[in-house]
């Protein structure tokens, strides 16, 4: 038990006397973490000075009166929550609070507001009148959510660090007391109370799992798997409704890795590659933490060609969800709120929310009309009391209000618009693509920040495209952080911040446009196909696959095209008119230049211009969350010592600054890859899994991987392509260790670790927990990944509290 | 070839079909620009085409200049360069495209490995995969080479053909639909 009393006396200038918090502890002392530097140099000729943002996330309302905090990035924190009037759409106040602010709760007698500071070890308490934080109350760095007991005595606490919900007591004078905690599932960030006070329910978000805790006695009682994240949450009546995303992890049906967990191969989804990639609600019993209906995309069939069609029995569409489950009416759902019998969601994906009608007699969903949000990237979502919808637009700076039938009543800067709206530059563009990705999709469906939550990984493997056995092989998804500690990216070494296209095409493929199909003319289509399309064109080949590759004709599942676009630059230019606002680049860090004069141009914002903006952006921020962990413990400096050492040799693959080798810390210039550190991830029948295709490789030269002639002649491989895949080699470069305190907990390439133990030990290694696996081996031979077998438990204690500081 | 091979790339000992002209220019010619190059020597160099049994053969006047599509209808352009620097190691290659008609087109491709004065295989990307647009158009093409301490700067100038679609990599040639996912 930690007395966590903090008073006007500790720090905090001003204000009135508080109804929660008050008090002191003398040995307290206010911090905040320091954002990672950023490696990306200023003399990069993409680099571009980009616009403070404020990031607005979170909203709660009380009467005309809304606030909404101002998290900042990750690498520039805010630390300010706006206090708006919505009566009259003015911004009252911005409240200086911690750093990092999220979450926000009202205080049971309505006189403060609780505000999560991520970033700072304490969460502030704004007097709600005065717009003044009054009082701090100590915490563990990222604190990030709270929700009130219905009495108001009891305050519960997600914490990212520590994978926790952490609990304060309030007596009646106000005092707080911090009483303990409960361990719940990898990355909590919402939680919710039911209305009868027996529960709180905790979303779980990278670790993909909702933690059900029984107040009373405050033990953790469920834990509902879902396979996916869990965006948000809210309870209607005793029904808990959670934004998610598809269970399906672009497996076959019936081959690949039991993801599932039904004791059979494949994951039962029939759809292939990022198609099998849907938005979902799931509605949880919460007394007994079962799923009891989950639904899904209005549009999981058929637009894109790859689309498998309910009817087609030979392609497994009978395993798709059934129609009557396709509501869920845009992307990325990402937070909700209740609101009577009733609940709203935002999609963050696609600039949309939307209601659903919740039956209470058996938690079904009815969905009603999608809106379109008047800003970008709607994330925290409240219901006023006169039933008005506000919403904080993360990207557009704004603050949504809409009546309940979706006209806008106002759209008030709450964030920071001094450098211009957003977006305002090439790196922003790219932010806008990561984060609103659908919006430049063929259905609609897909978004970047899908899997790569708040820029980090999900606890989760996919089968990804560009592999030699595409629904079979199994990636552990990638964070997208930290991006100028290892380049080339992608496959381990095979594309840079320019050229990832593949994998951006999976949002847009070619043959879903009539012009470039070539599927439809595999010598070209006419050359004025784009001015006078052929009567082809009309026809309707699409969202049947026989094999999840290539588009069929003449069939009676044929449906039409996705868009009315002939070519995908003219998809990609209309999306971005409608979407950006513009066509071209702004030119600061995504242009065209002149090799001779050198002079540089702005570059259409289509599929190429599309993916360097990304690449820009994910170079431009680290997104890297803060590390919480102390470099300077006495554990970690020992574990430095350990890493640094001949005997781990870790530092000759992980050497600082990102802990990674790349081109830019190489003074050759050029990437270093290695065989596989660890046994490469084999087949039943041998095929190695890691592989990429014969089609990836010839179009990327940069990808080295041996071929099945070199090794076992013409002859062999033609009869078996896969005869030499027990020596075949995809030569890698090495994992940036930079961030990874906050990782998901999988590690390898293919997640097959459950852990850092796991990851760093040798087989059969003494300090592994009961039920670990060691992999640091490859076929047999220990050690491969860094020398640990001749370490002590209590060395390998310290080898990982010194990685976890990185 | 197996000296200018990456890691077993696979392109290494494609059939290139680059039909050769005259109109080629070398590098070293002082109105060079394209960024640092003051900081840097300049060395000259060559762009062309190789094949197995032709060897580098640089592009002259009305060069044609292939379009190939291949892995997921990428549609693209390739080159080699050399150059007399036969200690050149590696650099990082900058390309630029201007299609008659069109925007100009620009990549890197970076850690392009030289052997023996001649580069691995340089591509050159389309924005769009419109194949029968671009046939047929003249398009001229710059490349900039570089490491920490050298560049060459080197154009062609060419017409855009299309003699087959598909990416020949030894004896079968690679078409879209065959790439995989």
């Given amino acids: ?806 | 070839m197996a000296g200018c091979s990456v890691g077993g790339s696979m392109r290494s000992s494609r059939r290139v079909a680059f039909a050769l002209g005259a109109a080629a220019c070398a590098s070293g010619s002082p109105d060079t620009g394209g960024g640092d190059g003051a900081d840097k020597s300049e060395f000259t160099c060559e762009l062309g085409s190789f094949t197995e049994e032709g060897g580098f053969a640089p592009f002259g006047a009305n060069a044609e200049l292939e379009l190939q599509m291949g892995f997921q209808g990428f549609l693209l352009v390739s080159a080699y360069v050399s150059t007399s620097e036969r200690d050149f190691p590696a650099g990082d290659a900058a390309m630029s495209m201007v299609v008659e008609g069109a925007d100009r087109i620009d990549g890197k491709q970076p850690g392009v490995a030289f052997v023996d004065g001649l580069s691995d295989e340089i591509l050159i990307f389309f924005t769009a995969n419109y194949l029968s647009y671009y046939e047929g158009r003249g398009a001229d093409l710059v490349v900039r080479v570089e490491d920490v301490s050298r560049y060459c700067v080197v154009s062609a100038s060419g017409t855009l053909v299309d003699d087959d679609p598909c990416i020949h990599t030894g004896a079968d040639p690679i078409c879209p639909e065959d790439t995989g996912p």
Avoid at chain 1, 70 to 90: E, K, N, Q, Y
Avoid at chain 1, 473 to 490: E, K, L, V
Wanted: with cysteine.
């Fill in chain 1, 1 to 806: 038990m930690k007395p966590s009393q903090l008073g006007l006396g500790c720090g905090v200038a001003g204000g009135l006397l508080m109804t929660l918090g008050i008090g002191c502890t003398p040995d307290w002392t206010a911090a905040s973490l320091t954002p990672y530097a950023n490696p990306f140099p200023k003399d990069d000729p993409q680099w571009a000075l980009q616009p403070h943002r404020s990031k607005p996330q979170e909203v709660i309302t009380q009467g005309d009166r809304a606030w909404v905090s101002l998290p900042g990035t990750s690498d520039v924190p805010d630390d300010r929550v706006a206090v708006i009037d919505l009566a009259d759409g003015s911004v009252i106040d911005r409240v200086e609070v911690g750093s990092n602010p999220q979450g926000l709760v009202l205080s049971p007698d309505g006189r403060s507001v609780l505000v999560l500071n991520r970033f700072s070890n304490w969460m502030s308490v704004v007097d709600s009148e005065s717009n003044v934080e009054v009082d701090r109350i100590p915490t563990d760095f990222y604190a990030t959510e709270a929700v009130f007991s219905p009495g108001g005595s009891t305050l519960w606490v997600t914490n990212r660090w520590l994978d926790q919900v952490r609990i304060w007591e309030f007596d009646a004078d106000g005092r707080a007391t911090e009483v303990g905690g409960v361990k719940v599932g990898v990355n909590p960030r919402d939680l919710a109370m039911s209305p009868d006070g027996r529960f709180v329910a905790v979303a779980n978000l990278t670790g993909l799992t909702v933690s059900i805790i029984d107040t009373e006695s405050r033990d953790l009682v469920q834990t509902v798997d879902l396979r996916a994240p869990p965006n948000g949450l809210a309870f209607v009546g005793e029904w808990l409704v959670v934004p998610t995303l598809s269970a399906s992890s672009n497996h076959l049906p019936f081959a690949g890795p039991d993801t599932d967990g039904d004791g059979q191969p494949g994951d039962g989804t029939p759809n292939s590659n990022f198609q099998d990639s849907q938005n979902e609600i799931a509605v949880i019993d919460s007394e007994t933490g079962t799923v009891v209906h989950r639904y899904t995309s209005d549009t999981i069939c058929c637009k894109d060609f790859r689309d498998i069609d309910p009817a087609d029995a030979a392609l497994y569409g009978e395993l798709l969800p059934p129609a009557d489950t396709w509501i869920v009416g845009g992307a990325l759902p990402e937070q909700v709120v209740a609101d009577g019998d009733g609940a709203w969601v935002t999609y963050s994906g696609s600039n949309q929310f939307q209601r659903f009608d919740v039956d209470v007699a058996t938690g079904a969903l009815t969905a009603r009309k999608v809106f379109d949000t008047s800003g970008h990237n709607p994330h925290g979502i409240a219901v006023t009391d006169d039933g008005r919808v506000v919403i904080a637009h993360r990207l557009g700076e704004t603050l949504g209000v809409y009546e309940a039938d979706g006209t806008v009543d106002a759209n008030i800067v709450v964030g920071d618009v001094s450098d211009g709206d957003f977006p305002a530059t090439d790196a922003e563009i790219g932010e806008l693509y990561n984060f609103v990705t659908s919006k430049f999709s063929v259905d609609g469906d897909q978004v970047c920040a899908s899997c790569h939550r708040e820029q980090g990984n999900i606890n989760k493997v996919f089968g990804m495209p560009l592999s030699a056995y595409g629904g079979q092989n199994s990636r552990m998804t990638m964070a997208a952080r930290g991006a100028a500690d290892t380049r080339p990216w992608f496959f381990e070494g095979a594309m840079d911040q320019t050229n990832f296209r593949p994998v951006i095409n999976e949002f847009a493929r070619v043959e879903n446009f009539c012009c470039e199909d070539y599927t439809l003319f595999p010598d070209g289509a006419p050359a004025d196909c784009a001015s006078n399309p052929p009567p082809e064109c009309a026809e309707e080949p699409n969202a049947y696959t026989p094999d999840g590759i290539t588009a069929v004709r003449g069939s009676a599942l044929a449906h039409p095209r996705p868009t009315s676009s002939l070519t995908r630059e003219a998809f990609y230019l209309e999306r971005a008119q409608a979407v950006i606002g513009r066509t071209e680049s702004f030119g600061d860090g995504v242009y065209a230049e002149d090799l001779l004069t050198g002079a540089r141009s702005p570059i259409p914002l289509d599929l190429d211009g599309v993916t360097k903006s990304l690449g820009v952006f994910l170079l431009q921020n680290t997104a890297l969350l803060p590390n919480p962990n102390d470099p300077d413990d006495p554990t970690a400096l020992r574990g430095r010592a350990l890493f640094e050492s001949t005997t781990s040799n870790c530092v000759s693959c992980h050497p600082a600054p990102g802990f990674a080798v790349s081109t830019d810390v190489n003074p050759a210039g050029v990437a270093v890859r290695m065989d596989p550190v660890v046994t490469p991830n084999y087949s039943d029948v041998g095929m190695n899994l890691d592989l990429v295709s014969v089609g990836f490789q010839s179009i990327f030269p940069m990808v080295e991987q041996d071929t099945c002639e070199a090794l076992c002649g013409e002859a062999a491989c033609a009869e078996d392509p896969a005869a030499c895949d027990d020596v075949r080699n995809l030569r890698i470069n090495a994992t940036p260790l930079r961030g990874i305190w906050d990782r998901a907990p999988r590690m390898y390439h293919d997640g097959r670790a459950q852990g850092l133990r796991e990851a760093i030990c040798t087989p059969g290694h003494p300090a592994l927990h009961p039920g670990e696996r060691g992999f640091n081996e490859r076929n047999g031979v220990p050690d491969t990944n860094g020398g640990t077998s001749h370490l002590s438990p209590a060395e390998i204690d310290d080898l990982m509290a010194y990685i976890l500081t990185l």
